[in-house]
């Protein structure tokens, strides 16, 4: 409820201020906080907000006028309704309404009036439907008489059409009701019924918060038994309450068929949460449809333990996601790290087999096209070589090769053996004498069979 004497509502023209304005007007009751803005002239009135909807709350004053000022509600610049007459003089008057807004988004609606010199416009209040989420500090939150966070007692009964503009619930009987609210003050609002065939003397009731003493309050009731029924009427206020969460419980015993039923329309919460209980915003219904403010509007509570269910589980949900990325991102290290191992890892380069023999002389020699794979090596084993003094002097080269990829299966490769010529006589050995080099012989050396293969070496032995 935001009333027209907020300081975030914005006036252009020439208005004029009402305060303490207590007159019901056909049946509807008095202004929201007994206060109005008029104009008698062109002029437009003004809010930003977040929500989900909003609703605008007029009059128009002096009926002796057989014309009325006219108005045009605006939503974003977008045109939402209009209207030029009033049926009746009438408080609380619908003037137009947007439902189905994006909350995330703020909106303005503005309310552009073309006045009549002679008959003024008067605006009351804008009613808005804002986020869970949102703060509701210093907010006037309104409670249904249908809002199931109120836990009745027995004989309540929605008000009977014949009582329009009436609306919510009575009870004719011995009544209670209780409701746990946040906030810092409480109002109690329902309906006078029309008297002509009920007794008109007054009822009495009474209130308690937290378990105080009960403070007694007067039922309203029509001045004269003809009177219409009287819609937005206020019961009590609880006056100002520390802010916290408190419960409220209402019990009227009815002394006599002549006293007035009790009633109740809605409920203002000043300041916070709607319900300490309930953990939801939801529209209430009514079985009576009327032009009174009161029956055309939905109404919504808020409750803290909606929040904090939703809070734990987005906590959850992002603590999840976090895990989530943590894995992720050390197995992708661990890859990393062992593909940069494998590149550098150190293995040997295969000697020439072909060169090497051609360079002893050789005429020619066969051997096997192998192809050179890079891996992690493993112990050759060495043929043992001996020497002797002279021309017998034996020299022997032991090869290890490693099998090619298709040849892995075998645990050996074809031999490439040759018998060298003598060594001149007159070419001196490393001994200092002349020898003689015979039985060369190229042997392979045992190979590995397991997952790894071996670089080919060559590895020269002489004693």
Not at 6 to 17: C, K, M, R
Request: charged share 15%; aromatic share 10%; hydrophobic share 30%.
């Amino acid at each position: 409820m935001i009333d027209d004497s907020d300081s975030n509502v914005q006036y252009q023209g020439q208005w004029f201020y009402r305060n303490g304005v207590t007159e019901s007007i056909s049946g509807n009751g008095s202004p929201y906080l007994e206060t109005q803005h008029g104009i008698i002239e062109n002029g437009s009135v003004s809010y930003t907000f977040n929500g989900t909807s909003i609703f605008a709350i007029g009059a128009a004053y002096n009926i002796s006028e057989p014309t009325f000022p006219s108005w045009q509600c605006f939503l974003d610049g977008r045109e939402i309704g209009n209207g030029t007459s009033f049926e009746l003089l009438q408080a609380r008057k619908h003037l137009c309404h947007a439902d189905s807004l994006d909350p995330h988004l703020p909106h303005t609606i503005s309310v552009n009036v073309t006045g009549n010199p002679n008959q003024a416009f008067l605006f009351d209040f804008f009613r808005c439907e804002p986020l869970l989420h949102n703060s509701l500090d210093n907010a006037v939150i309104r409670v249904d008489s249908g809002d199931p966070s109120l836990k009745y007692g027995k004989g309540w009964f929605n008000v009977p059409e014949k009582y329009q503009p009436a609306s919510g619930k009575f009870n004719d009987g011995n009544a209670s009701v209780s409701f746990n609210f946040e906030g810092s003050s409480l109002s109690w609002w329902g309906y006078t019924l029309n008297n002509s065939t009920l007794g008109i003397s007054l009822g009495l009731a009474d209130y308690s918060i937290d378990g105080a003493p009960p403070v007694t309050f007067q039922i309203p009731s029509p001045p004269t038994p003809s009177s219409l029924t009287q819609a937005n009427e206020k019961y009590f206020d609880t006056g100002p309450l520390q802010y916290d969460i408190h419960e409220l419980v209402v019990k009227y015993n009815k002394e006599s068929e002549a006293n007035m039923p009790i009633s109740l329309s809605y409920l203002l919460i000043k300041n916070g949460n709607a319900s300490a209980s309930a953990p939801s915003i939801s529209p209430s219904t009514s079985s009576v449809s009327a032009p009174a403010e009161s029956d055309q509007f939905p109404t919504k509570h808020t409750n803290a333990l909606g929040y904090i269910i939703g809070g734990v589980l987005g906590g959850l949900a992002i603590l999840s996601l976090i895990f989530a990325a943590i894995i992720i991102y050390l197995r992708r290290r661990r890859r990393v790290a062992r593909t940069e191992t494998a590149r550098k890892t150190f293995f040997w380069q295969r000697p020439n087999v072909e060169e090497h023999a051609n360079a002893q002389g050789a005429s020619s020699i066969h051997t096997e096209n192998i192809r050179s794979i890079s891996t992690v090596l493993t112990p050759l084993t060495l043929t043992e070589v001996t020497f002797s003094e002279g021309p017998s002097t034996q020299r022997t080269y032991s090869y290890s090769r490693r099998p090619s990829v298709a040849a892995t299966s075998s645990s050996s490769v074809r031999v490439a053996e040759r018998r060298m010529s003598p060594i001149p006589a007159s070419r001196p050995t490393s001994y200092g004498s002349p020898s003689m080099v015979s039985n060369v012989n190229i042997q392979p050396s045992a190979l590995s069979r397991d997952g790894r293969s071996n670089t080919m070496d060559s590895m020269y032995t002489s004693r």
